[in-house]
């Protein structure tokens, strides 16, 4: 508990050690390795990305030759459909040369949509844009640039795709509305008005589609990036909660068997017999801390793995008082009120806090007794009092001092809050209040 509280039993001393031997000073090549190897330990291993699935070598070469399959697909679509639609448009100019050239340069050019796809979506917009001002047949020469602007959409270049369908447009407008009539290849329509706005309804729609596209992809992977974010937060909880665990049952523990181990040391020669009961003592102990490390660890065979056992909880504070009598410490529990079912997380809560509190007695404190009172006069509250006469033994006694903050991460998971301090006579107080919701199956 308190930082001077220290280990030893009162009236038992601990076994001396002979001096350690002064250690040759290591020479400049060693200190040179070993600070070279530390320098290397602490970098943090990379770790290794893993293998990608294995595919068949034709599905490979499919995704490889997608890109110019796509492009020959649409080459062939915009040449016999342009040629097709050429023949029911007689007040269009019928396809030459250059124009079958327009046609067969915006596929090329869409081959490199998922590298340069703002370059692609400019170059297609101006092969489609002088299609249109040659006056060539209408058809499907807007399949290349569109799918190069639906492309940009997706990549997340939508002011390059939206700029370059609104360039397009303009320069349909300017053909139509605003060269003079001597300077175009085909007769004005009695129905450009029309026309122009068929035609910028459909290119709306078609943008509108590939937003909602983009619109639907971005959902989705913010909502995967959230579940693995929400994956490893639950990780990293797991693992904390593994850890406090972890340092509760062995903090207790190791308390116990180093203090047993002082005692067999002292009484080894002078009476064996209370030597071997502390030996005794040891074993037992040190096999149910091994039970426990067990079930803490077979959490991580897997998700939904079965414990080996049940978790423990305050029906368990006899055997927490039996350890404690084995090292000299006499506990006594007071419960006030009814007991009633606890879940088990608050259960397995105050069982720990429980156990730390008198395991930082043992280490911290010179009392040879101390007292557990359980209150259960509150419905809604759970008060856990843990509380010894002292006095703090001066000295080191261990510890990382992570105790008390391991128990508040505790109480604090459930709204529940702790308070620990020393007493004006001496001794020292934890106070815990832990929230109690019903147990499952009430």
Known sequence: MGAGRGSSL??????TSPSPEPSPEPSPESSRESSSESSSAEQPEQPEQPPEPWRPPWVRSARAGWPLGLAAAVAVVQVVGSTVAGRHQGGRVPLDAFGYVLLLLGPVLLALRGRRPVAVVAGTSVVTAAYLAAGYPYGPVFASWLIACCAAIGCGHRRAAWTGVAGVYLVHVLVTFVVPASWQRTPPSSFAWQQELGLLAWLLLVMAFAEIVRFRRERIAAHRAYRQQLEQRRANEERLKMARELHDILAHSLSLINIQAGVALALLDRRPEEARTALVTIKSTSKEALGEVRQVLATLRGPGAAPRGPAPGLDRLDELTAQADRVGLAVEVHERGARRPLSAAVDLTAFRIVQEALTNVIRHSAARQAAV????????VLVVKVEDPGPAVLGDAGGTGSGLVGMRERAAAFGGTISAG???????????????????GE
């Open 10 to 15: 009162p009236g038992m001393m601990p076994p």
């Open 373 to 380: 009172v359980l209150d259960w006069t509150d419905p809604d």
């Open 422 to 440: 020393p007493l004006p006579d001496g001794g020292f107080r934890v106070r815990a209040e832990l929230p109690t919701p019903k147990a499952e």
